[in-house]
């Protein structure tokens, strides 16, 4: 699966970004998704995890209550939803979708085999 980040961009402190990740292929309802973010010299980390059909969804503790993962199996699309966005160090960073035929944890990086090119979130205070 080949999978396409947009939605990136620049925004101010308690604003708001939705991030989209298109995948190719028939078989994307397969795949468990996952969003991550990197910030400079900075290790990736988990931001947002999403089943296959959408029924469970996992979250990291600094963005819980801000932002939402969501699919839509039939626009083979994951998507997500940044609210109340933080300056600086908390929420600016290159955001990634993943993709996983099987989770050990969604938290993982390592358990997603495809990635995106990432796109570049920037929150000014």
């Known amino acids: 699966v080949q999978l396409q980040a947009s939605g990136g961009g620049s925004v101010q402190a308690g604003g708001s970004l939705r991030l989209s990740c298109a995948a190719s292929?028939?078989?994307?309802?397969?795949?468990?998704m996952g969003w991550f973010r990197q910030a400079p010299g900075k290790e990736r980390e988990f931001v947002a995890g999403?089943?296959?059909?959408?029924?469970?969804?996992?979250?990291a503790d600094s963005v819980k209550g801000r932002f939402t993962i969501s699919r839509d199996n039939a626009k083979n699309t994951v998507y997500l939803q940044m609210n109340t966005l933080k300056p600086d160090d908390d929420d600016t960073a290159v955001y990634y979708c993943?993709?996983?035929?099987?989770?050990?944890?969604?938290?993982?990086?390592?358990?997603?085999?495809?990635w995106g090119q990432g796109t570049q979130v920037t929150v000014s205070s």
């Open positions: 993943a993709a996983s035929s099987y989770w050990g944890s969604p938290r993982r990086p390592q358990d997603y085999a495809y």
């Open positions: 292929g028939r078989t994307f309802s397969s795949y468990h």
């Open positions: 999403i089943t296959r059909s959408g029924e469970r969804e996992f979250y």
